[in-house]
């Protein structure tokens, strides 16, 4: 969603009226956005990260090319001409990415080898649309080998790797996609990997759900032989949810964006890490003996404040929640309101989901050189617009970095312009990639080999043994051995021996 | 629950059997006993502790007197002799006990004020069937305050302490318990609470459900009047779930084991502080450095190797899930298989709610002074019996610890014969009772105060919205300040400003 | 010293005087008491355990014998009557617990081992004047087994171990000591250690300077013979250096009170658990959440900061030293004055070795329930006397629990009347004992076996090698492996491949 | 030093062997180079901190001029010509850059308001040699401020600011820097400071000892009227033992490297934050869960275990040192060899100040994908020229990391070529650089008013009150607030109440 926000926006005041429209169903009917957008948000995160710090960056640079892909003739070395990238001769570099992001994705490594023997994907025709990096590609050549056909488009017009998108046509995979499509580009290469002479989908991998949309408007007979649509983002999830309420839902959907693992990791865990990076690499600072005001203590305010405390930051938060406030107590925080703190502390962190969390009356009283941050949603909980007056003066010191002058003096330091923070100035592991593309991969085998009726036209979250099964093809990366029960454990459990060991409830 | 199987395992083999009868049973229905007991092992634990510790005891104590309460004849100053107490003397003592019980109940002293001027609980008549402590009678006089009347029986033959239950005749409550009663003195008394002239019960509060039990056994009848029982052990919970399966369930039941903040509280917070004092009260051990095997990272699992670490000593986790499994090795644990530590550590702790986690074989591996003790479950976990062997030596070196000696010389420290640490060897804190009276009340005024049809002839959960009010009285102990949402963010959020804040799936 | 000051105090007017003159004298010597006291006090620390806790003292509760051991004719099973406690008989349970307390200590068995082959402290004829607990004995059979004949005293009329004792002189050490001896018999012991026919002494080990204060007063050609003494309190080693200055010091003295590994873990290690441990057992609280001042933010306070921000506690701190007070900045305390925060906290702790820290003043601006406890330096840190006003009431309500009642109702909790958290209310373990004793037993065979004119007529620390030489023989405790330099590591670093490894005024 | 080094090894072989001598001399005196260079490291980090992330970066690079500032004719607004910088025109930008970080040296402000009245260095011509950036352009206005005249060069042709000299020109400061000086223009700069008609300098602040050096060659006469020398780094300071142990160094100097305050934030509390910092800029690694050992647990050693223990790593400690070895154990860090872990772990980090700790036969059995990275002391501790052998590849995948790949296609991922990762890889906060110029200004201050006699021609460290003083200016950044002793105290303590507050052997 935030990929095809950003699309909108840059691409005309229609859909910018689309996004709009949309954030107001969005809200009737997702009841609690704090965590809206964090997961198809770490995908950004991991594209964005790669054109600032990886090498990779540089090929795409290097290519002045000014001609648009749709007008190049371009074969692959096998002759092959069903892609469109921006330039095929860059593969080699793209692969040396994808060999790099193999070593770090051990969990579906072990699919690939477990999959010799069987194909649990022979047959399986599936179209693609997420963004297209290194680990993407992984992802893709695992389901190849697990028997599937793919044709994949990009989910955002930004987030291509090229020389990963060149590598992935090299090898034989019908790719459309580059960096800096425009919005015709975007629908175009969608429509290339859908509309095909003697091909066609049984499964949808989606991204944001824009392929899904797509499929509904132009090919809705399709679906007769579609198996079912996997989803990643809370966007798409939020459509899905939408067309299933209005039972226009024709096939069944799995939502992958709120399974346990992906949730800690993309929240929890991440962010943890994720603070402490953003802030370093804005702005240097010291962590040791500053005062920060953290607003909300749900997953990602959890794992700020357990950072922030462990570097010898005072961390204090606010809270709306009664129990949530309890566990911040009980977790060592002063919980307050951000008027009683606001004057003394060094940094502000949002992490609510909420809108004007900060607000400029806020800002007004905060103290010179007070840093002000989004960790939490979208680009709301900071009142940005408040601070465009004529009486403010902006200066940019660094590149998301932006000092907000009062009249007195007194510097307000705004990071990425109330945007996320682990967005733009940070980056996200592989290894969080590696649990969300596994989990795409399982889903797409449950899906696709589920007997009839196992499914029906909803959305289902995955069953909670294959997030069991998830977790532990990641457990070899710390060399971490799990214990199995004896025969008469179980029994005494009343449990299978090969899980699931916890009932839906369990809050881990 | 535990309170039950004591007194069975004390008052005959008839009582066993029911006992092991029932643990089986209890298998067949709840998947989880990780947190079983829990709950009302706290209560037992405060007892316990009242035991050693507060200065209560003694009053008991120096009363050498052998006669019967049921021979008494006593008398409070009113002239009432609705009761039936160990000495009604001692009520001075008991009432300052319960003084110092109300300080830390804030709770239940604010429900109290807020009850000056709305009485919810007028026309309830509560029997009651629990462990009777000062924290219990603090809960009893709010009740009253809210309009109640009670009558009071001990859910337990051992803990009642005697100058509170003195205390709370003294001022009027027709309480019937003692500390040392016979298992027939134990149903008499509850018998006491129900077989009135005049009075009929129209609520029940229960812990373990015996009360339950002996209505229906006795008077089944008195069911059409009762508007609904809240239960708090695991045990009783346990019983009514099979009631509802056997559609033999005719009121409604609230199961308030199960809200969040008894849960967090009792396990992951109370076991993080319980760990640490029940293995320096038994060994004066020191932390630093040593090397510790923690079987099981659910909440209890958690809680124990967070404080270890923050004491230095170095973590291992054993582990059947591979989604705790990962949650360990992210927040810095080893996961291993306890054969693989078993040679080296210096503590093994059980968490599992499994049986027989530790076994023989683990034990004649281990180092000389390895301390073993339990943390989870009943006394399943730590095969003790395995123990009871010609060629080992047991010395009890202090209350509640054993040195298991072997023919070479090796000792095993054992504590608490294998039963739970934080039951035998610390105490629960005030706080933590606070919170489950705070809730049972809740409870019984939801259920009093329903409109016809909200809830059926079932077990229930005590709603979010009153969990979180439960967590709102707690937070001035913390002095605590909860921000309120503007009308503008409720809005943007989809809430009501009072909540409930959070979907019932949310994990906190 | 403390031992010595309770002594004093029990038994007359002059002792009492005697300590006040000496309390006004310390002040001018040393001028850092922060630290004052902590390693002596340990010791009592271990008795006072012992006294509530081990089996131990049942055995002596039990025996009712009202005679002076003076008056008492008894041998051990070799005939020997050279020794005087209180019933030889319990030397069986005395052994027991000699036993288990070898096993705790590694070190000096370790000494032991190597000794086998030669014999340093042969032909040394040590005379000692300590606590006679079991971690004592461990350390009189390991200097025997070094090659020393040993008498000993106690050096506190409270602190021996009877049953301890008795196992000592069963072995055939000359020991003189029981528990509870009046101020006469405390000098006749010493006295029945010096002068004996035939046999004097050529070592001192000494714990608060009363052995070596007898022999200076009684004795004094006594150290023509006399190689050194060893001294372990803050007391006797301010006794030495006054000697020294006084230029009348005519033997070397070894000062063990301040080698590295011996503060660390009499301050900062211990107190980081025993904090925990003292306010567990006295009050049975939840730390999660409390607000707590903790005043000093030396290695005692840094311990005690450190464990409670760990088990969920708000830690404020107070500091006058600037440097210290960055200290606790950069490890996420906020620095305070008292006044700041003496209305909100839960807790206030003292460890700052000054006076009246806390003042009437503070304690009645003190919130209702707050607790009030020492871990500092004697019981100077609370203004405890400003309580004894007629209007405060005070109440016990458990064992070094009193309740401080203002006329409006509040209470004041205060611990141990402000005299040592940790001496009376937690434990001290083994391992820092162990520690103490190892370097005791290298400090005598330093002084014993050094060269003439290694060491003049004054008082010495440890060298750093024994200080090393003492963690090295703590190191297998934690089955720690350490790393050896190669011979062009230890050219390059300009080190000798078996240290010292760092220069004197390191900081650790 | 470090600054020194670059500058031989860039400009030709006499400057290498200069260096390679000098580096043995070092071992000779300096026994403990742990530590060495760290101070100086962190200028050079800010430095090329700048480089890669502030915007000033970009005017220097945009500024293609080719022509020699030697050769240019400059003037600054007042019609001066008093300096040599690149482009005076700069200026402007580099005032900014002044401004901003006088926002975060509020003690340097706070000692020019305090200067307002008096201005202790009234006469004072300081002939200054140091990195010039920001931070430095703030000492020397602020040492302007305070009375004195100053005359500044370069320490290191790479490190200046071109702006910020210009800054410094424009406001009338002679100075005589630019980035990219060649080794003549290096000394050529020096020479301009000293060599001026009709001023001579009374004070000398070096950071390497050039500055000192050359006038000791050239102008040795100079010493007469120079009050003093301060000195920042190991190698200077290690330069003025070594003249002065010869009895040739013939004025006092201040060796700033040592005090309390600096040598905690340069190693515990700065590393504890740049560990994570660089790694993360690196490699976007997830530390959750990832092994890692730290060799040496020194300062530098215990911020980084304390960091990724916090971030959920699992950390194993290597040490030489047995008192160092147990306090890893007692802070809970596993002690092994490297050999014991060298399989398994997923980071090896060096902090130990020695050479070659992690050699060629670790490197062969690390596993792949291990990262590997230098904390500790210059380029010695990993042996990076061991992997230099033809059997393996290496490949740069992003600036600072290096892929070195074995035949059998393991990588091991090498940061910064074994140099120091914090020098190469992250930043240091200006609150660690403002603690150093404060340092530098009083020591100034104290040898320019020192009465007669006071300091010989010795080296001496800054007096305790002094670096007491450091701190206290330090404190109002985190609105600390030190408690003051009552008279009452301050004579109980012995102590004056106005510091200094601790001996000099104390450890903090």
Known sequence: MLGSRKKYIVNGSSGIKA??????????????????????????????????????????????????????????????????????????????????????????MALRKRAQGEKPLAGAKIVGCTHITAQTAVLMETLGALGAQCRWAACNIYSTLNE??????????????????????????????????????????????????????????????????????????????????????????????DSVTKQKFDNLYCCRESILDGLKRTTDMMFGGK????????????????????????????????????????????????????????????????????????????KNSCIVCNMGHSNTEIDVASLRTPELTWERVRSQVDHVIWPDGKRIVLLAEGRLLNLSCSTVPTFVLSITATTQALALIE????????????????????????????????????????DEQAKYLGLNKNGPFKPNYYRY
Chains 1, 2, 3, 4 share one sequence.
């Not at 002063?334 to 606001?342: A, P, Y």
């Not at 589920?450 to 990366?477: F, I, N």
């Open 19 to 108: 996004q709009i429209q949309f954030a107001d169903q969005k809200q009737e009917f997702n009841k609690r956005p704090t965590k809206i957008g964090r997961r198809s948000l770490s995908r950004s995160i991991s594209q964005s990260s790669t054109d600032s710090y990886s090498s990779a960056a540089s090929y795409t640079d290097s290519s002045d090319d000014e001609t648009s892909p749709r007008d190049k003739q371009q074969k692959n070395s096998k002759g092959s001409s069903d892609f469109c990238v921006k330039n095929i001769k860059q593969a080699e570099f793209g692969r040396r990415e994808i060999e790099i992001a193999e070593q770090e994705m051990p969990a579906l």
């Open 164 to 257: 990963v998108a060149a590598a992935l046509a090299e090898s034989g995979f019908p790719v459309f996609a580059w960096k800096g499509e425009s919005e015709d580009d975007f629908w175009w290469c969608i429509d290339r990997c859908v509309n095909v002479e003697g091909w066609q989908p049984n499964m949808i991998l989606d991204d944001g759900g824009d392929l899904t949309h797509w499929i509904y408007k132009k090919y809705p007979n399709m679906f007769k032989k579609i198996k079912g649509i996997v989803e990643e983002s809370v966007t798409g999830v939020h459509r899905l949810y939408q067309l299933s309420k209005a039972g226009k839902l024709c096939v069944p959907a799995m939502n992958v964006n």
């Open 291 to 366: 005062q920060v005001v953290v607003c909300g203590y749900g997953e990602v305010g959890k794992g700020c404040c357990a950072a922030l405390k462990a570097m010898g930051s005072i961390v204090y938060v606010t809270e709306i929640d009664p129990i949530c406030a309890l566990q911040a107590c009980m977790d060592g925080f002063r919980l307050v309101k951000l008027n009683e703190v606001i004057r003394q502390v060094d940094i502000v962190i949002t992490c609510t989901g909420n809108k004007n969390v900060v607000t400029r009356e806020h800002l007004d009283r905060m």
């Open 447 to 486: 899906l696709y080999n589920a007997p009839e009726g196992r499914y029906k036209q909803d959305v289902y979250l995955l069953p909670k043994k294959m997030d069991e099964y998830v977790a532990s093809l990641h457990l070899p990366t710390f060399d971490a051995h799990l214990t199995e029960l004896t």
